[in-house]
């Protein structure tokens, strides 16, 4: 079982920046994709980003251009630089792993970010 443990949340002032990371714990195919999700206090969770092993890349309207999703050459890896942050960022970011069909039904513990004035 890979297991996927996210870091790098906090508080951060509106319109600021924060990276997240998350390792996981071995290679798998599972890793094709590697992604963030995001879940704000009474909402679904949505999918946020995504990066695949071919670089393949996918950004959700409402962070283009302020969020850069990356890999490190391991592939076991991915990073989020969020920039330009607003308030309606402000949820919990979870790192999840999938193959090129579908997503595993796991995810990480998630890392809390909160976007404050």
């Known amino acids: 079982q890979v297991q996927l ?4 949340g906090g508080s951060v002032q509106l319109g600021g920046s924060i990276e997240l990371s998350c390792r996981a714990s071995s290679t798998h195919e599972s890793l ?6 995001r879940q704000a206090p009474g909402q679904e969770r949505e999918l946020v980003a995504f990066m695949a092993v071919n670089g393949e890349t996918y950004y959700a309207d409402f962070v283009k251009d302020r969020f850069t999703i990356s890999r490190d050459n391991t ?8 920039n330009s942050l607003k308030s309606e960022d402000t949820a919990v970011y979870y790192c999840r792993r999938g193959t090129y069909l579908s997503w595993s039904d796991d995810w990480g513990q998630g890392t809390q970010v909160t976007v404050s004035s």
Not at 75 to 82: E, F, R, S
């Open 32 to 37: 094709f994709r590697m992604g963030w999700f």
């Open 75 to 82: 592939k076991t890896m991915v990073h989020l630089q969020m």
């Open 5 to 8: 443990v996210e870091s790098g």
